[in-house]
């Protein structure tokens, strides 16, 4: 496959590469890892007249950890992630997520920014950031605006975006202490997109359950909130039992999707298996799935 014809900027500043952007009036792409977007050109599903290249813009790769949770620059890359020792304790649940990002050469190269604009249905980040309440930073010819990830994630490859706005950051609110989390994903091979994943974290209130939230991916058109599951949830004591009831109220609120890799109700059956395992798991107890 041979991408169709593109000019090709490398600019060196922010300021640069916006303006670069919107004098091409929706026609032309950043590019940072390019773990989506060439293989899009390849495949032309994309046919931008310009590509930006993000890689000399400075202040888009630094990891910030503080008072105010985690951000995230746009050009921060999966192995960087893993590599911050700090991340599990300021925002454990995108720890625990990025190790089944693809496989490792593309943690090498792909980023936050590439992944939330792309907005596959099954990626890990656009999940994790929607269980978490992030936001995200993005910078256009009017100004800098932030957006919070339920409002961001509109459909599948689809986002809030301006054609002439880039991603510049995700913040992450901060993690409170003793707070349980889990994640985990089922595809057909290690690396590949997942055909069911499951984000979840509770707080514990003297010993019942509270603040929980459950969010599935790869059963519809974007990452969702598992609202059924979560009342379920929510002032009850930790129990398999519950967590059963729990990943069964979450299957029958969804209606997972059909395509090449997996029917519908298989999908909505591994949906039940994984909640239930994970939740499980995150509060120190054996499942009976």
């Known amino acids: 496959m041979?991408?169709?014809?593109?000019d090709y900027a490398c600019p060196t500043s922010l300021a640069e590469a916006i303006d670069l952007i919107a004098r091409h009036d929706g026609d032309a792409k950043p590019i940072a890892g390019g773990q989506s977007l060439m293989p899009m050109l390849a495949f032309r599903l994309a046919?931008?007249?310009?590509?930006?290249?993000?890689?000399?813009?400075p202040g888009l790769d630094g990891i910030t950890v503080?008072?105010?949770?985690?951000?995230?620059?746009?050009?921060?890359?999966?192995?960087?992630?893993?590599?911050?020792?700090?991340?599990?304790?300021?925002?454990?649940?995108?720890?625990?997520?990025?190790?089944?990002?693809?496989?490792?050469?593309?943690?090498?190269?792909?980023?936050v920014g590439g992944s939330l604009a792309h907005a596959d249905?099954?990626?890990?980040?656009?999940?994790?950031?929607?269980?978490?309440?992030?936001?995200?930073?993005?910078?256009?010819?009017?100004?800098?605006?932030?957006?919070?990830?339920?409002?961001?994630?509109?459909?599948?490859?689809t986002t809030a975006l301006e054609p002439t706005e880039l991603i510049v950051a995700v913040r992450f609110p901060p993690w409170p202490a003793g707070r349980h989390h889990g994640f985990a994903e089922f595809s057909r091979r290690k690396g590949d997109f997942a055909i069911v994943g499951v984000a979840l974290f509770f707080d514990d209130a003297d010993g019942a359950i509270a603040g929980a939230t459950v969010v599935a991916f790869g059963i519809?058109?974007?990452?969702?909130?598992?609202?059924?599951?979560?009342?379920?949830?929510?002032?009850?004591?930790?129990?398999?039992?519950?967590?059963?009831?729990a990943a069964a109220a979450a299957a029958d609120s969804?209606?997972?999707?059909?395509?090449?890799?997996?029917?519908?109700?298989?999908r909505r059956a591994l949906l039940a298996t994984l909640l239930e395992r994970t939740l499980a798991q995150s509060a120190g107890l054996a499942s009976a799935s």
Request: net charge negative; aromatic share 4%.
């Open 2 to 6: 041979k991408p169709p014809p593109f």
């Open 47 to 57: 046919a931008p007249t310009l590509l930006v290249d993000l890689r000399r813009v």
């Open 66 to 111: 503080d008072d105010d949770g985690v951000m995230l620059g746009a050009r921060v890359r999966w192995c960087d992630i893993e590599a911050d020792a700090r991340l599990a304790a300021a925002c454990p649940l995108l720890a625990a997520a990025i190790p089944h990002v693809a496989h490792y050469q593309i943690r090498n190269r792909g980023t």
């Open 121 to 157: 249905p099954a990626a890990e980040l656009p999940a994790v950031a929607l269980a978490c309440a992030a936001e995200i930073v993005a910078q256009g010819p009017e100004g800098r605006r932030t957006i919070a990830a339920d409002d961001f994630l509109v459909g599948p490859l």
């Open 220 to 245: 519809g058109d974007r990452p969702q909130r598992l609202a059924a599951a979560e009342e379920v949830l929510n002032g009850a004591a930790p129990s398999a039992e519950l967590f059963a009831r």
């Open 254 to 266: 969804v209606e997972p999707q059909t395509d090449i890799h997996a029917d519908g109700d298989y």
